[in-house]
Every structure is written in C-alpha cells, then in structure tokens.
C-alpha cells in the first residue's frame, strides 16, 4: 500500500464529540480497507447460493430427489464464498472439522438403524449427505451443528404436522440454510 506512506502526516483525524466535549483520536493506518464494514456487500456472494438452495428445496418437496448437478453447483458456490471470506485455510479447517462431525453423526445413525434392523438407505438418502456435505465449509464446526440440529428439528416437526412418510431432508435443509445465513450476515 504505496498511497499509506504518502498519506503519514494526515492518517490522525482529530473529532469533538459534542456529547461529552471529549476529543477523541482515530489513527487510519491502524484499520483494515481490505473487509468493508457493510453487510449487504458482503452478501452478494450468498444470494446465489440461497437460489441454489431454493431450486433443491422445490425440486426436493415436489419430487423426493434432487438432481446431482445442483448439489455439485451449490458446494462450488460454497466453496467460492467461503474461500473467499474465511481464506483457503480457514475453509478447509472448517470443512475438515465438520465433515468429521457429520461422519460421527451420521456412523451413528448407521448403528442405530442396525440395531433396529432397518435400512440405512431407506432412511438417510444420498442427496441429504451430499447437501450437508456441500455446506459444511460455510459454518464454523458450533453454526454447522447447530444449522443440522435446527434443519433435523424442523424436518421432523414439519413431517409430522404435514404426515409426511419420507422427509425431504435437503428441502428442509434448504428452507433453513436462509435464515442462517441472514443471521450469519447481520446478526
């Protein structure tokens, strides 16, 4: 940043704050320009991945499936945007720790449905683990946990008040994914 140096003698901005006719000091070089402070810029970048997430959720509620290609369009989406605001490290941490939480959870599953003698594929379908797969770099490993109890949660209330045999897991899940990420914008 060759335009800071240049800048040195005027980066202090002296202000009277009325209120309490106290001066106060803000030194310039010590903020980030990279980040905005504005939310709404930020979160251009996830308005695709919201589309996405409806196209799923409609295609999940009308047919009980979704199609390969808009899973594989909504983790590059969450790919790009996470990359992008956490860095590839941060990204691939988060990712890591999630898909092991999602390997417990769902190995616990597994037994479970073992122990009951029933069908693993007929309860958990693959889109289901493909979409949580796909959004696991979003979320820190604590807003990842939470966004699959609260998706869980709300599938299995919403299938027993609309006496639904099979859940639409990913469409449920793509309901949900809208609201944590408005929290996640502008909470």
Same mark, same amino acid.
């Given at each position: 940043?060759?335009?800071?140096?240049?800048?040195?003698?005027?980066?202090?901005?002296?202000?009277?704050?009325?209120?309490?006719?106290?001066?106060?000091?803000?030194?310039?070089?010590?903020?980030?320009?990279?980040?905005?402070?504005?939310?709404?810029?930020?979160?251009?970048?996830?308005?695709?991945?919201? /589309?996405?997430?409806?196209?799923?959720?409609?295609?999940?509620?009308?047919?009980?499936?979704?199609?390969?290609? &808009?899973?594989?369009?909504?983790?590059?989406?969450?790919?790009?945007?996470?990359?992008?605001?956490?860095?590839?490290?941060?990204?691939?941490?988060?990712?890591?720790?999630?898909?092991?939480?999602?390997?417990?959870?769902?190995?616990? /599953? &597994?037994?479970?449905?073992?122990?009951?003698?029933?069908?693993?594929?007929?309860?958990?379908?693959?889109?289901?683990?493909?979409?949580? /797969?796909?959004?696991?770099?979003?979320?820190?490993?604590? $807003?990842?946990?939470?966004?699959?109890? $609260?998706?869980?949660?709300?599938?299995?209330? &919403?299938?027993?008040?609309?006496?639904?045999?099979?859940?639409?897991?990913?469409?449920?899940?793509?309901?949900?994914?809208?609201?944590?990420?408005?929290?996640? /914008?502008?909470?």
């Amino acid at each position: 940043m060759e335009w800071m140096g240049s800048l040195s003698s005027v980066t202090k901005l002296a202000w009277m704050d009325f209120a309490w006719m106290d001066f106060a000091w803000v030194d310039f070089t010590q903020m980030d320009f990279a980040r905005t402070d504005f939310a709404w810029v930020d979160g251009i970048g996830y308005l695709p991945l919201l /589309l996405i997430a409806a196209v799923l959720a409609c295609q999940d509620f009308r047919h009980r499936e979704v199609e390969g290609a &808009w899973l594989v369009l909504l983790g590059g989406g969450v790919f790009v945007v996470a990359g992008m605001e956490l860095g590839l490290g941060g990204m691939l941490r988060n990712w890591a720790i999630n898909v092991a939480v999602l390997v417990v959870l769902l190995g616990g /599953l &597994w037994l479970w449905m073992r122990f009951r003698k029933q069908s693993f594929r007929g309860a958990f379908g693959m889109g289901d683990a493909a979409f949580m /797969l796909a959004v696991a770099p979003l979320f820190s490993p604590r $807003t990842y946990v939470w966004f699959l109890l $609260t998706s869980c949660v709300v599938a299995l209330l &919403w299938g027993l008040a609309a006496r639904w045999r099979h859940i639409p897991l990913v469409g449920v899940m793509g309901v949900v994914l809208g609201p944590f990420i408005v929290a996640k /914008l502008w909470g």
